[in-house]
């Protein structure tokens, strides 16, 4: 079945910068769009950032451009996100997510942003 694991959260001082990523596995990775989304506490969730399964395109939401990277590797089924300059209003689970005809959801990493 569809499995997508988050790794990578964690605590980090403002200003810093972490590491997020996504191994996914039971379908052609490489044919999905693979997507970082994120859910502040209290908050609806939101889109971070997407990559296209060619990775010829990438789209970032506008909070977090210019600070965030979103890439992939096709050979190993793995997406990844890398976050600099971190706020404390970045902190949220992190949800990496594949989508085609349908989106499948991973269960999240928590990253709290903190001093």
């Known amino acids: 079945q569809v499995q997508l694991v988050e790794s990578g959260g964690g605590l980090v001082q403002p200003g810093g910068s972490l590491g997020l990523s996504c191994a996914a596995s039971?379908?052609?990775?490489?044919?999905?769009?693979m997507s970082w989304y994120r859910q502040p506490p209290g908050k609806e969730r939101e889109f971070v950032a997407s990559?296209?399964?060619?990775?010829?395109?990438?789209n970032y939401a506008d909070s977090v451009k210019g600070r965030f990277a979103i890439s992939r590797d096709n050979a190993k089924n793995l997406v990844f996100l890398q976050m600099n300059s971190l706020q404390p209003e970045d902190t949220a689970v992190y949800l990496c997510?594949?989508?085609?005809?349908?989106?499948?959801w991973g269960q999240g990493t928590q990253v709290t942003v903190s001093s």
């Open positions: 990559i296209s399964n060619t990775m010829t395109t990438t």
């Open positions: 039971g379908f052609v990775f490489s044919d999905y769009v």
């Open positions: 997510t594949a989508s085609r005809l349908k989106r499948y």
